[in-house]
Every structure is written in C-alpha cells, then in structure tokens.
C-alpha cells in the first residue's frame, strides 16, 4: 500500500499471477490516518512499521487526558495494581511528557480527577502548600513549556492551580481554550493575579469561591481581547447559605474603569448570587452578543423570599441597550423575564427554558455532598432528568401563557428550537397557534394537557422542518404519568412505523414520549400491499436511551449542567 521506495523492494505483484499491490502516495496515506480518532488504533498503527510511526505519533498526542486517583486501581483481569514497578499512570504520563519529545504534539491538555494530598492540617497551620501540591503544579508548568503548539487547556483536579501554572499559560501564544476548576473544599492556598493571555478566545471558570479562592480574574478579562466565549460558575453555597460574597465589580472593575467592552459571542453564568449595581450593563457589547445562558442566577417566580433582597437589584435596573441573542437558556422565568422576551429583541432562533433540577446540594461549610456520579466525572454529561421534587409555585403556572403568547407574537418567525417547562401543558388551541405562528421549528419540546398523541397526526403536516419532538413529562400530573405509563406498555415501536412513513413525518428523526425515547430511521419496504394496493412500508423505529440524544438540543440542553 506504500509508496515502492519506503521498502526499498518491488511490490509491482504478486507471483503465480496474483494481484496488483498498488502503491499509495504519502498524502493519501496521511488522509487515511486524519480519519482514526481512537487512541487505541492509533496506537496499533504506530507499532506498525517507522513510516507509519513518525505518520501518526502528531495525531496520537494531540488530545492528551490524564487523570488522577486518590486511591490504588486494580486490574480487574490481573488482579496486580496500576503502575506497579513504577508509579501511578497519572504520574508516569506527566513524566512522559515532561521527558520526552512527544509534548510538542500536544494541542489539547486536560487534567482531572481526584489528587490526593498530605498534611493539609499541618501546612495549613503554617501556611504552606503541601510538597506533593507543589511538585504536580511544577510538572505541569514544565509540561507546558514544551508544548509548542497548545491551543486547549484543562484543569479539573480537586487541588488548586498554583501562579507558576499561571505563569506558565501566560506565555503560550497558541492557547485559545481555558477551563479552571476551583476546589470544593476549602483551604488555605496562595492568591492569585491572574496574567492575561492575549490569544485565548474560550475562558471557563468553575466553583468559584470567593472567600476561600479569592484569585483577580479582572486583568485576564480586560487584556485578553480575543475573548469571545465567558462561562462563569460559582459554587453554589454561596446562594443556599444566602451569602452575598460575590462582588462583579472585582472581576469586571478594570472594563468599567478603562470604559472598555468585552465583545463577547456567548456568555454563561451560574449559580449568581451577587448585587447588581447597575454597571454591569457596558461591560459586555450587547451587538456581538449571540449566546446567553444564566442557571440558577438573578431568581425568579418560586424562589425563596431569604434572596429577594439580592435578586431584585437585577429587576430595578433597566438595560442601555437591548440586546438581540440568537440563543436563551436558562431555569428561572419570572414577569420582568417575560416583558423582556416582549421588547425590541428581535431574531431568536433557539429558546430553552430548562426543567431540569439542581443536580446537587453543597453544605453549609462549602464541602460538596458527594453522590456516586462524583466518582466518574466532574462534569457528567448525563443530565439530571425533569422531575421537580417541590411543588410549582402557582405563578409559575400562570406565567405559561404570557410566554406562549410573546413567543409566538414576537419570535414564531425566526424560533427554530423551542423547549418549555413541563408543568406548561398547553391544550389542542396552544399547540394548534404555536405551529401556526411558529413555522420553522425543528425541535420542539412542550407539555400536553391531555396524552393523546392523535392531535400529532394533525399537527405534523403544518411543521415539515421538524426533526425532533419530545412531549415531556410532567411528574406530579398523576394521570398525564399514567397514560404514559400505558403507551410505555401498550405501545409497540412497531404500531408507529406505518404512521411515521408517511410524507409529512420524513424529517422527524428522534421521538421523545415522556421518559421514552425513540429514534426514527429511514423507510423499510415490507412483503405485501396495503388496502389501496400500493406496496407495504414503514419507518425503522428504535428505542433509544437519554445518553443518545444528547447532541439533541431539546434533551441535551435540558440540563443545570453548564
């Protein structure tokens, strides 16, 4: 398959007439090895043979993912411990990195996990960092020195990141992606200044604390101005414990004093429990802003009355300049909420209103109540389900018809994605003037009145773009769970193929009924006709799991996770 000159030996065919092996040139070869994306093959094709090796050794390296324990692994088919005769894999792949020349392929850097520390009691007494703490965030700025062409950094341990990490990104002019994750629990560790990084474009912060972990973001913010993607979250102690710790100004401080304006594409915010003193409205350019995301932030109807005080600054001031974002997420809803979504803002296309609950709960003293989901990841990309466990304040309720009526009214020409609250169940009228204002809509995830999945066959045909449809499940209507439950019994992917085939359904491609999904594929042609004669057929439908649409927008942006 190589070139004839790799081998130096003739590979123009075989003998006794066999057939022609032909030689393919190296940029062909190089294509083929761009398609490999597991670590796995890429790691067989480089024991293959040294051309292959130099070939594919780029690509190999180029996400590198390493994670810690806070225990001893073993392996479940040998029975011996990870790293025995050396030390653990997280320990011995920074050594690989840090030693060898292989750092310079790196364009992509996580670390994760859990990073197990000794004597935290004794140093903390005397103000010191723990030697282990020390020794990792020094192979780390190493490692990074010598990665030539990092474009992505990732720092999810449950230690803090030192100022020489800091130091050390600073200096990198490739990196583009930052994501820092602050401890849970608090300790005592140095404050930061944090450098700017002029090339940096993605800029995530997680666990913000501001008492324990009060780092200087506000200089990172002014002088990196490429910036365009700003995911803040704080921990959430801060809002359950009703402590206003946070202050914007500290963060945004430097932009309203240089008058200068973060041009910003998508801006996140989570877990907000801060005053708003009115100067956090020119800090970001409200004409470049495409994407906004606030979770758990600002309050809304249903909320406790203990943050009234704080959540009501964001009401009492009014905005400059309105801006006209191509996509809204968020979990609150409330009447100031509802009369913005009424007021000049004009070209949404993507509205999610999540009904998903928080995912966990954090203790008073600022330590994460743990749950088994802790142990796989730090950000599980499986969301938390919709099952409110508290009942929904009647304003809530109330609230669903205003918003149906000023997204149809001001929005139901350009929406194409549109998820609801689930305790919204609109009736045969709602559903009938949303598909008529809403024309364009591709995935649409709303709540019914009534199970009755015939008003579907009506209004199909007035939605030819949609491509998913998901009627969600409301858990403390007992008979709309019910009637689910007997669909789920009763209900056979089978039934629904002669239905789907039809041509009004040939865009839909995933289902959602409840907690069911189902994912609907092409056409099958079947032995027989039907009644008019013409040949049998039906569309292939599957049972799907939640994991399988999350790049469904209506499933996967259902979420508290940011």
């Known amino acids: 398959m190589f070139d004839r000159g790799i081998y130096g030996a003739d590979t123009g065919s075989y003998e006794n007439g066999g057939a022609q092996v032909i030689p393919l040139p190296l940029n062909l070869i190089a294509l083929i090895i761009s398609y490999l994306d597991q670590p796995a093959d890429l790691a067989r094709t480089c024991r293959t043979c040294r051309v292959l090796h130099y070939m594919t050794l780029p690509q190999l390296y180029s996400n590198v993912s390493l994670r810690s324990y806070d225990y001893i692994r073993y392996s479940p088919l040998t029975g011996r411990p990870e790293g025995c005769g050396g030390a653990s894999p997280f320990s011995m792949g920074l050594n690989g990195l840090v030693t060898r020349s292989i750092a310079g392929y790196v364009r992509k850097f996580r670390l994760w996990g859990e990073f197990k520390e000794y ?5 903390a007494k005397v103000g010191r960092v723990p030697d282990g703490s020390m020794m990792l965030n020094c192979l780390v700025r190493a490692a990074v020195e010598k990665m030539g062409v990092l474009e992505s ?24 992606s930052l994501a820092v994750k602050f401890p849970s629990v608090r300790l005592p560790r140095p404050t930061v200044l944090v450098p700017p990084i002029p090339s940096l474009k993605s800029l995530r912060i997680t666990d913000i604390d501001p008492l324990c972990y009060p780092d200087d973001i506000s200089l990172l913010l002014l002088d990196s101005r490429k910036l365009r993607d700003l995911t803040l979250h704080w921990n959430p102690r801060m809002r ?35 005053t708003n003193n009115g100067g956090f409205d020119g800090v970001v350019d409200p004409k470049k802003l495409e994407e906004i995301t606030f979770i758990n932030s600002t309050g809304g109807a249903g909320d406790s009355g203990e943050t009234a005080f704080i959540d009501l600054s964001w009401q009492m001031h009014s905005h400059k300049e309105i801006p006209s974002p191509k996509m809204i997420r968020g979990d609150k809803i409330s009447r100031q909420h509802c009369e913005w979504l009424g007021t000049n803002l004009v070209g949404l296309e993507r509205y999610y209103l999540i009904g998903a609950t928080q995912p966990c709960e954090r203790k008073s003293n600022g330590q994460r109540v743990r749950t088994p989901s ?35 009214k001001n929005h139901g020409s350009t929406l194409r994605h549109l998820l609801l609250k689930p305790q919204w169940r609109l009736s045969s009228e709602d559903l009938g003037r949303l598909v008529r204002c809403c024309p364009n809509l591709e995935q649409l995830g709303v709540g019914l009145e009534v199970a009755d999945l015939d008003i579907l066959c009506i209004l199909m045909p007035f939605l030819p773009k949609l491509s998913a449809l998901r009627i969600l499940d409301d858990p403390q209507n007992g008979a709309f769970a019910e009637a689910m439950k007997r669909i789920d019994d ?13 041509p009004e359904y040939s865009q839909l491609r995933w289902l959602g009924l409840g907690n069911m999904v189902f994912e609907v594929k092409g056409l099958v042609r079947l032995g027989g006709v039907d009644t008019n ?10 049972r799907a799991s939640r994991e399988d649409v999350q790049h469904v927008e209506i499933w996967g942006m259902d979420s508290m996770e940011i």
């Open 119 to 123: 004597d935290l009691e004794e140093c």
């Open 240 to 274: 359950s414990a009703r402590e206003p710790s946070v202050s914007l100004h500290a963060y945004f401080g430097r932009l309203v004093s240089r008058q200068h304006q973060l041009t910003l594409r998508s801006i996140t915010f989570a877990n907000l429990y801060a």
């Open 374 to 408: 802790d142990n796989v990841n730090p950000y599980p990309s499986t969301p938390v389900p919709s099952t409110p466990s508290t009942p929904i304040d009647p304003t809530a309720i109330s609230l669903g018809k205003d918003y149906l009526d000023l997204v149809c």
């Open 490 to 502: 009763a209900f056979p992917e089978n039934d629904m193929g002669p239905e789907l085939a039809k």
């Open 533 to 542: 004669g013409e040949n049998f057929i039906m569309r292939d439908i599957k």
């Open 153 to 176: 950094f990732s720092w999810e341990l449950n230690t803090k990141m030192l100022p020489t990490v800091w130091q050390g990104l600073a200096q990198k002019q490739t990196l583009t």
